[in-house]
């Protein structure tokens, strides 16, 4: 079954550091997401990506935040500066098309530390 | 706003019975979809069931299914014969006109033998 991967599965960074996420979405898919979920919390969406550009945002993808498809199968996640609150795991997912009926594939996740 | 409220915590149930997990949404999308994902220990996200907002019947993947009642918006999880493999983190999601996932809280379920 197609799968969704992300690269590292856990990452260790010191505070103030970039860090880069990366995720292969499955290849026929259109709509990549990030989300991220900080320890023993609720699963929240980061921003959607979809033909090149972002579609859609949260309050807390700020000025931080990037995300970029590379090339034809990467999508990555950039972290400009990390602050201790960005300590999380980061899930990439993707869809095969916008609308109710697509459910999204999760990849493994990132578990980001910040130290 | 799209919201999914999950008011149990913690659940526990013995290996064999089934368990019912509750998720109540609210929107004002004419149409949306709700998924269920189960979440081990090791921290994956995996996809369980799927119900559309006007899917007639209740929907069933194996051991799963979808207790579904719009008119109070209620979509509640369905386990039957738990294992103790089941023992997991559960979340309710739903997809409205937005194309974001909107997640609840979610549930721990811990089944013991």
């Known amino acids: 079954e197609p799968e969704v991967t992300q690269t590292p599965s856990h990452q260790v960074t010191q505070m103030g550091q970039e860090v880069i996420l990366r995720c292969v979405p499955i290849?026929?898919?259109?709509?990549f997401y990030w989300y991220r979920q900080i320890l023993g919390q609720k699963v929240e969406f980061l921003v959607s990506f979809y033909n090149n550009e972002i579609s859609e945002k949260s309050e807390i993808f700020d000025d931080q935040f990037s995300v970029e498809r590379p090339d034809g199968s990467n999508f990555t996640l950039k972290i400009r500066s990390t602050k201790l609150e960005d300590s999380a795991m980061y899930f990439c997912?993707?869809?095969?098309?916008?609308?109710?009926?697509?459910?999204?594939?999760f990849g493994s996740g990132t578990r980001l530390t910040v130290v | 706003a799209q919201k999914i409220t999950q008011t149990q915590p913690g659940m526990f149930v013995q290996e064999k019975e089934a368990v019912t997990l509750d998720c109540t949404y609210d929107?004002?999308?004419?149409?949306?979809?709700l998924f269920w994902y189960k979440q081990p220990s090791s921290g994956e996200m995996i996809f369980l069931i799927y119900q559309g907002s006007y899917d007639q019947q209740n929907a069933t993947e194996g051991r799963y299914s979808l207790n579904f009642q719009k008119a109070r918006k209620s979509a509640n999880l369905v386990i039957s014969a738990s294992q103790l493999g089941d023992s997991a983190m559960y979340f309710c999601a739903m997809r409205g006109d937005t194309d974001k996932l909107i997640f609840g809280t979610g549930t721990r379920l811990q089944v013991f033998p």
């Open positions: 929107t004002s999308d004419p149409s949306y979809g």
């Open positions: 997912a993707s869809s095969e098309a916008a609308g109710v009926t697509y459910g999204y594939t």
């Open positions: 290849s026929n898919h259109l709509y």
